[in-house]
């Protein structure tokens, strides 16, 4: 009875506690909006320089939300249809091209296959000068947006360059749908489904896929995650409950507000409880990503392989403002079911420069999966199954930024009316010589990682005062570097020729067969085939028995993936 009496006084005293602290910050937010919008007027009205009331608040409240994390932000009016196709909905309308600012000028990137742009024959490469009658010249990437999309079924008028004709095209716009799972299919005797976000019906979507697939009786499925930078929680649930047993907690938000501590548990019979199933994610795989990630691996349910995922273990809502306005906040933190939280990034500890830093190792603790093996917070999924991440050189960033694949690409399907199917297209020595040959002339400069390591060299020389004893040797070293340049085109050929294939295979079969055409360098994917391709193998890694393995350079897997 006393204890009954004690407990009921405890709770009495944390409500009277809450109730009084609620009260107190009302207060507060009440003066402060005072304040703040006494201050807002006089500035207003009394400012020396005319002001813009708009943009003064936008400002205001932009610094404001700087202060907290990169993922609580301010929607104006005119920015919430692009909120919510980021965001929300895959669909909206348009003609199906995406686009791409070369030197100034607005170029047609890629086609999407069916759509009106495709229809029309409009094809990449196209240098789009007007839309609707207004000229390309000085507008930003959103202005373009909103000026190719609109209702559907109306009229869009296009103005294009074309080797130096000029090219009226008139297009109906139509219902362009995004698809979260931007391919599956069978990759030998094992089913593969590439998930590019998770926004509406993304769980219908892999569940689509899944049915279709597992009609062929494959040994074991491949969720590809990679570079998925999440999106709706309750679809990632609905995600893991294929393959998991109904009413498991799969993953906890907990916030400072009681309301917003939610348990989400699967609530439905799993669709493929036994099929053998392994995750691919990297460093950019984030958020919804790392929840169906981080509970298949804490259920022991998929083995997990690429490199550790971004660790963003926050979770966003989106409230109304007056106006038409948005403001999307992180209400909580989430969980795993072992009970971990991936969060990398401490947002609530600032330096003086106002910047976040990671996690303190020493604040990193571990968890245990369901049959015991060890997982850990604090610093996003790390897969059971390490493969060392492929980094880009320089000279092949350098060609990326920019866009020196574009026009070789754009020539090569000018003068091949075929090539070979997507899974099989590679790009022949002579093919490759003369696209080196169409870069004379063009300016791709680039300082290589040694040049930058001899830059600074000679800046500690100079605060040290030894650039006198030591120049010689360095100018010599910037010379033969600036000879071996020559040579990266060729030392770095296999990467370039990757990168270049994928974007000729793209003008003949669209975002699916660049996929496919990736698959014959894909070591995450071959990891994941001879995992599957082992029940021995995979039943080791679920006991812990082979877990935390490496394929590829190990010290360059945590350097590469670090990316937070």
Not at 22 to 29: A, I, T, Y
Not at 66 to 71: G, H, I, N
Not at 455 to 481: F, H, I, P
Request: aromatic share 8%; net charge neutral; hydrophobic share 40%.
């Amino acid at each position: 009875m006393k204890k009954n009496k004690f407990a009921l006084l405890i709770a009495t005293v944390a409500i009277a506690s809450l109730t009084w602290s609620f009260k107190e910050d009302l207060f507060l937010v009440s003066k402060n909006l005072d304040i703040f919008a006494s201050l807002y007027k006089e500035i207003s009205i009394n400012y020396v320089d005319e002001t813009d009331p708009g943009d003064l608040m936008k400002n205001g409240i932009d610094a404001m939300l700087e202060t907290l994390d990169p993922y609580t932000v301010y929607v104006p009016e005119s920015e919430v249809e692009d909120f919510k196709l980021k965001y929300v909905s895959t669909q909206f309308g348009g003609i199906g091209v995406t686009t791409v600012f070369i030197e100034g000028k607005l170029f047609v990137n890629e086609i999407t296959e069916g759509y009106p742009a495709f229809k029309q024959g409009i094809v990449a490469g196209d240098q789009i000068m007007k839309i609707n009658g207004t000229e390309i010249k000085g507008k930003d990437r959103l202005q373009v947006s909103q000026l190719l999309r609109g209702p559907r079924g109306s009229a869009l008028d296009l103005l294009l360059l074309r080797e130096g004709t000029l090219l009226h095209k008139e297009l109906i716009r139509d219902e362009i749908r995004q698809p979260n799972v931007i391919y599956s299919g069978m990759v030998g005797d094992i089913a593969y489904i590439r998930l590019d976000k998770f926004l509406e019906n993304s769980a219908q979507e892999v569940q689509n896929a899944a049915v279709e697939l597992n009609k062929q009786h494959p040994r074991g499925m491949i969720l590809d995650l990679r570079y998925n930078g999440g999106g709706i929680l309750q679809e990632a649930v609905k995600i893991v409950n294929l393959f998991v047993n109904k009413d498991m907690v799969i993953v906890t938000q907990k916030g400072r507000n009681p309301e917003k501590t939610i348990n989400y548990r699967t609530n439905a019979l799993p669709l493929l409880p036994d099929l053998p199933l392994t995750v691919l994610i990297n460093g950019s795989s984030a958020s919804a990503s790392e929840i169906v990630a981080g509970a298949l691996q804490d259920l022991d349910r998929a083995v997990i392989i690429g490199q550790r995922s971004y660790g963003k273990g926050l979770v966003q809502q989106t409230f109304n403002l007056p106006y038409n306005s948005l403001v999307k906040i992180t209400v909580a933190k989430y969980f795993t079911p072992s009970g971990r939280c991936i969060q990398a990034i401490d947002y609530s500890q600032k330096s003086s420069a106002g910047k976040s830093g990671k996690i303190a190792d020493s604040l990193i603790a571990k968890f245990n999966t369901r049959t015991g093996r060890s997982v850990y917070d604090g610093n996003g999924v790390y897969p059971d199954l390490v493969v060392g991440a492929s980094k880009l050189s320089p000279v092949t960033i350098s060609l990326i930024s920019k866009s020196m694949f574009f026009d070789y690409a754009n020539a090569y399907k000018k003068n091949h009316a075929v090539i070979a199917a997507p899974g099989d297209f590679k790009l022949s020595d002579e093919d490759y010589v003369s696209f080196t040959n169409s870069l004379e002339g063009k300016d791709y400069a680039y300082v290589s990682n040694t040049e930058k390591l001899i830059n600074d060299l000679r800046t500690e020389a100079e605060k040290e005062q030894k650039l006198a004893e030591v120049k010689a040797d360095l100018e010599d070293l910037k010379a033969k570097m600036i000879i071996a340049r020559k040579t990266d085109l060729m030392t770095h050929k296999p990467e370039i020729k990757r990168i270049l294939e994928s974007q000729i295979v793209s003008r003949y079969y669209f975002e699916k067969g660049r996929i496919m055409q990736a698959f014959q360098y894909d070591k995450e994917l071959e990891a994941a085939k001879s995992v599957l391709a082992s029940s021995t193998k995979m039943l080791a890694i679920l006991k812990g028995e082979g877990a935390y393995k490496t394929i590829g350079d190990p010290a360059k897997t945590l350097a590469d993936t670090d990316n937070n």
